[in-house]
């Protein structure tokens, strides 16, 4: 429209008033302004009910890192055992604190009261050699201690990809059976850091024989995490999870637990899975998380979610987990998160030995097993009732 306003009708007041004369017949200024604003009004009441403010998640976290052993180890008096923690090379758990625990079940640790010398040496190192040692449970008694740190990895000073472990058993008992657990938080700036790992490093001669021993690579594990959102809320959860190129796949558990003593009433949450590349503008989106199928969410607002979702090599990095509250109106549900992320599985392979009848064997074995896993991998079981 091209109106011509005179001077005496200058301001935006009567611009305004003439659009809601003209839009809203019969309804004057006031009116319509009061209209709307009760509208407003309205929605923001009822926007728990209809998800309007649970698009952008009200709580974002990272979960911390636990590594192990993928059972409880056992070791001979003087045996020697190396572990192996994936780190990616710090890209995710840069300036974050780690400290090492140990136990034992079959004896007890060593005790100067009972006179036993039961005990395991842990050293923490940057390389599978330990020409660098930034961590030993020795103290200056002699009596090693059943933990090692907390120090804190600084991905520019580390100088490898990853954290390597040493377990040396004492000459006490004949076997031990024991257990490790690495635990990896991130840590707030603003609290005291633990010390840096290389500043506290000693430099030892080392020992090229235990390159030849064998490796384990422990199981990451995030620690569980205790959150609390409101019916209608959205928490988005990151798990910083190395995942090493070396498989083409993994597979990952994520559990939710609401525990019945901190929620005595109906309720429960619906959790969603989030691949990094499943990620829009940082926010994991329940329309983007159903379309990859059942496996990557569980929306039955039960008190216990399980999901198991593969992530391919194309898509590691960090993953996320959604996590929806739901539950009676503007009540508060408490949750418990859990993930693992699970060794790939080992495809079969073929080893010729040169002789012909056993070649043809060993590839007529090899496809019957193919043929075989890829048959179970198509059928469905059958649903349990």
Request: contains cysteine; hydrophobic residues 35%; glycine residues 6%.
């Amino acid at each position: 429209i091209t109106p011509i306003v005179k001077k005496d009708e200058y301001g935006p007041v009567y611009l305004l008033k003439q659009w809601y004369q003209r839009r809203v017949r019969g309804v004057s200024y006031i009116q319509a302004v009061l209209i709307v604003l009760n509208m407003l009004s309205l929605l923001l009441l009822l926007a728990p009910v209809l998800g309007l403010l649970t698009a952008t998640p009200i709580i974002r976290e990272t979960l911390s890192l636990s590594f192990a052993p993928e059972s409880a180890m056992v070791i001979n008096q003087a045996q020697v055992q190396l572990f192996r923690a994936p780190l990616c090379q710090g890209m995710y758990v840069d300036s974050w604190s780690f400290e090492l625990k140990a136990f034992m079940m079959n004896v007890q640790w060593d005790s100067r009261e009972i006179g036993d010398s039961n005990w395991l040496r842990i050293r923490i190192s940057n390389t599978q050699d330990m020409t660098k040692v930034v961590c030993d449970n020795s103290d200056t008694s002699g009596d090693p201690a059943p933990g090692c740190g907390p120090f804190t990895y600084d991905k520019k000073t580390w100088g490898s990809d990853d954290l390597y472990i040493e377990v040396t058993a004492s000459v006490g008992s004949p076997t031990y059976q024991y257990g490790l657990n690495l635990v990896a938080n991130h840590q707030d700036h603003s609290a005291t850091k633990s010390p840096d790992a290389m500043s506290i490093a000693k430099d030892t001669v080392g020992n090229k024989m235990l390159r030849t021993l064998e490796i384990e690579t422990l199981e990451q594990v995030a620690t569980p995490f205790v959150s609390e959102l409101v019916t209608g809320e959205t928490g988005q959860y990151m798990i910083p999870y190395c995942f090493e190129t070396t498989h083409p796949q993994r597979k990952l558990s994520a559990t939710t637990l609401v525990p019945d003593n901190l929620n005595s009433g109906a309720g429960g949450v619906a959790s969603y899975f989030c691949t990094s590349g499943m990620m829009r503008n940082g926010e994991c989106y329940r329309s983007i998380v159903r379309k990859r199928g059942v496996e990557f969410y569980d929306a039955s607002g039960a008190k216990i979610n399980t999901i198991t979702p593969i992530v391919k090599k194309e898509e590691y990095g960090p993953v996320y987990l959604l996590v929806l509250a739901q539950g009676d109106w503007h009540k508060k549900i408490d949750f418990t998160i859990t993930t693992k992320l699970r060794h790939a599985e080992e495809q079969p392979t073929m080893q010729m030995s040169g002789d012909h009848e056993e070649d043809v064997r060993t590839v007529v074995s090899y496809l019957r097993e193919r043929i075989e896993g890829k048959s179970r991998a198509e059928v469905p079981e059958k649903e349990e009732l």
